[in-house]
């Protein structure tokens, strides 16, 4: 997506120890009309899979997947780090290391959200090991529902999760793909 | 909003300790199409403002409040409760005390993205005390920015935290007021 790489090129700034920080317009700001056109895009990339559902993990993937749900007309399921006095206890649970806070989460969805009818879109943020998507197809599995495709705004090619997942046979869509970036030059190299 | 009053009415479980668990619609599952109809109510209570940022705290406001955003056309900040290794150190910081979690969070924005220029609505999916809103006018207070308007899905009126922020001034718009509820005969009763 054109419009993605420039943004990332304008706002985007890299940081020691392959972090790419986009905080003005995806993880800690959302810019709601470029999500719209994320959105229609992944509608574009998704739109011979019969979803109902779009799974996605606290706390930056919720913005994005709740505006391309607008795209899909479905409800938004997110998985949650910590539960509250208010969660249920009946639970699907999976361990997800993540690698931006060093430590491992246990994520839950409720039984009661997740069932076997669905066929699940993924949706996140980002996409680096792959280690979030993973505990979410864990999550559908568990449930015995479908992953139906998994969409990314921004992959990290270079760190593999993606293309494993794709060699696994699931439809991975990243809006942009970066092959390689490096902190010292600032320069970024997307993958086309 | 009669027809979130009816979706609570339908869907909504009354815990022990004044527990509103709306888990299928607004705060683990988001019922998508329903917000989008909460967004365009937003907008019109709100119609006479000029609202550039919309700005919620992570993590179930998030998605409440990027679905309202496509209607207001503006991005949204979120206010982070840990922040990860990418987070700027250049932020403003408050102090609020959550009582699901039973916890106090310091909650951040960067000052980069919050601005004396900034005129914002802030949007979240409950209101009850009021310790989360006050810590985002907190945080809009130390911006320089101006609170134009509090939108919440559903307020607690009898815990007043609604009434004492309209008392200091501020348009707070909550879609519905439970002004009653029991768990022991699972009943609630609604301001009107």
């Known amino acids: 997506m054109q419009l993605l790489e420039e943004k990332i ?3 985007g700034k890299l940081l020691e120890g392959n972090i790419l920080k986009v905080d003005s317009f995806l993880n800690h700001q959302i810019d709601v009309p470029f999500m719209q056109k994320a959105g229609e895009e992944f509608k574009r990339l998704f739109a011979t899979k019969n979803i109902n559902k779009i799974l996605t993990i606290e706390a930056s993937g919720i913005g994005v997947a709740a505006v391309v749900a607008t795209y899909f007309n479905v409800p938004v399921l997110y998985a949650k780090k910590n539960a509250g006095s208010n969660m249920d206890k009946d639970v699907y649970a999976t361990r997800v290391y993540s690698f931006t806070h060093r430590k491992i989460n246990t994520v839950i969805v409720s039984k009661h959200l997740l069932t076997a009818e669905d066929r699940v879109l993924i949706i996140d943020d980002f996409l680096a090991n792959g280690a979030a998507i993973r505990g979410l197809i864990d999550l559908v599995r568990q449930a015995g529902a479908k992953v139906e495709g998994i969409g990314t705004i921004i992959e990290k090619g270079f760190q593999g999760g993606g293309d494993r997942l794709r060699f696994d046979g699931y439809q991975v ?9 490096d902190a010292a030059t600032q320069t970024i190299e997307f993958r086309h």
Not at 173 to 181: G, Y
Request: glycine residues 0%; aromatic residues 0%; without cysteine.
């Open 9 to 11: 090129l304008r706002e």
């Open 173 to 181: 869509e990243s809006l942009a793909i970066v092959e390689k970036m």
